[in-house]
Nanobody, 124 residues
């Protein structure tokens, strides 16, 4: 079994920054990718950012590129962060950490393991 725990969500104002953290534990196996999705009220869950350890590659949604940065903890695999700068009200959503992502770079990335989510609310 895999456990994913997110932290760092909260209420901020437009233009502020926030950093999310995620730690995966349990039967992580040889998972090579870890990242973030989000889901706003009334909308489908959407891909935000991901990291691939084997290649050191990062992936971003066009909606967050240039504002959000995904990074890893070099000392602890399966620990990733999402630095969110210049937040906008439309970034308001539940943010989900994910492990073992697939279809990265394609139209609809997905993942095999999910965290419970952390709420991010950006007020205008």
């Amino acid at each position: 079994q895999v456990q994913l725990v997110e932290s760092g969500g909260g209420l901020v104002q437009a233009g502020d920054s926030l950093r999310l953290s995620c730690v995966a534990s349990g039967r992580t196996g040889s998972a090579d990718t870890m990242g973030w999705f989000r889901q706003a009220p009334g909308k489908e869950r959407e891909f935000v950012a991901a990291f691939r350890w084997s290649a050191g590659t990062t992936y971003y949604s066009d909606l967050v590129k240039g504002r959000f940065t995904i990074s890893r903890n070099n000392a602890k695999k399966y620990t990733v962060y999402l630095q969110m700068n210049s937040l906008k009200p439309e970034d308001t959503a539940v943010y989900y950490c994910a492990l073992d992502l697939y279809a990265l770079g394609e139209l609809r990335p997905g993942a095999n393991y999910w965290g419970p989510g952390t709420q991010v609310t950006v007020s205008s």
